[in-house]
């Protein structure tokens, strides 16, 4: 057998699909591309080939064909409500198939590549916070960079929307990770960006995951308050407690008024603080200024940490005092 290029697959090709359903012996099934990139949630690579070519008990494993012959998919999963086929099965492509047995061959293990950045989608009132089209919601946008990361090194910064890398484009924020991960350690990646509305080109060189992280912990301070929410300083014993990473620096947000923009905008106590309109704040008093003075334009873009997770929040401060949000 020889491998296909998975790349060259488009909706509504003609494939094959050979497996051991059941353990009968060789079965062949056919169907057709049902879509592209699929994430099933089985990690940050996902970007499965959807067939709807059967594939039942036992053909998990075999080879997905096209007509010519050759090997575009290593069958893999389905969806069903019972545990038979129903026409949705997913199949890995060959071409990632074909790094990771390379990686193997050589090294023994899958070696990905790191660029060092937290991304998510771009929402309608996330770009309408940064200055953004509203109706352009494709790009990942960074959420944070880590320190003497690959994206730290080539200029990127929280609140950076990356459109393309290496010369693709990212329509998804589940592109970015796929395109990095692929890119040989030590090579370089080019990357498309906006910020603060203005085009920008940087060159990222691809690395390694390091095995740790780690900055410098933020001084303590009084807490401090705001549009009624108070800010109390991240302490180590909080940062420890709320399981806060250490290059993540910010205030801790306390006590939440019920009639506050952050209760309705869905905040909690515990939530961490890193920039606000994309200035970064490490003491309470500094938090409380900066968002009085950005919710004076209406609209706020808060990054939020969440038990080690971060994530943009767009906030917007109608007249009337009351909010519209998105995250």
């Known amino acids: 057998m020889t491998w296909g290029n998975s790349d060259n697959a488009k909706v509504g090709d003609w494939v094959v699909a050979v497996g051991n359903p059941f353990g009968l012996g060789g079965t062949v099934t056919t169907g057709i591309v049902s879509a592209l ?18 594939i039942n008990r036992g053909n998990s494993g075999g080879p997905t064909f096209d007509l010519h012959g050759r090997v575009i998919g290593i069958n893999t999963a389905i969806y069903s409500p019972s545990g038979g086929s129903v026409g949705i099965g997913f199949a890995l492509p060959s071409n990632t198939a074909k790094f990771v047995v390379a990686e193997l061959k050589q090294h023994g293990h899958v070696t990905w590549g790191w660029l060092g950045v937290a991304i998510q989608s771009v929402t309608p009132s996330i770009a309408k916070s940064l200055g953004l089209d509203p109706e352009r ?7 944070s960079v880590s320190p003497d990361s690959p994206a730290a090194k080539a200029g990127l910064k929280s609140g950076d929307v990356i459109t393309a890398a290496g010369g693709h484009k990212i329509q998804t924020v589940h592109d970015l990770p796929r395109l990095v991960a692929a890119s ?43 549009l009624g929410m108070q800010f109390v300083p991240l302490t180590p014993q909080l940062r420890s407690q709320l399981r806060v990473p250490k290059e993540v620096n910010g205030v801790v947000v306390g006590q939440i008024a019920s009639d506050s923009p ?3 905008l869905g905040m909690q106590p515990g939530d961490v603080i890193e920039p606000i309109d994309q200035k970064p704040v490490t003491r309470p008093a500094e938090a409380a200024r900066e968002l009085k003075e950005a919710a004076a334009h209406g609209d706020v ?20 005092g009351t909010t519209g949000s998105s995250r």
Do not use: C, W
């Open 137 to 143: 919601t494709s790009g990942a946008l960074v959420a």
């Open 301 to 320: 873009l808060l990054l939020l940490n969440r038990h080690g997770v971060n994530e943009f929040v767009g906030l917007s401060i109608e007249n009337n």
């Open 262 to 264: 952050a209760n309705a």
């Open 37 to 54: 990139g699929r994430n099933i949630n089985e990690g940050p690579y996902d970007d499965f080939l959807q067939i709807d070519a059967p």
């Open 184 to 226: 040989p350690v030590g090579s370089k990646l080019g990357l498309t960006i906006l910020r603060n509305g203005n085009e920008q080109t940087l060159d990222a060189t691809i690395g390694e995951m390091p095995k740790k992280l780690a900055s410098a912990e933020p001084g303590g301070e009084q807490p401090a308050s705001a």
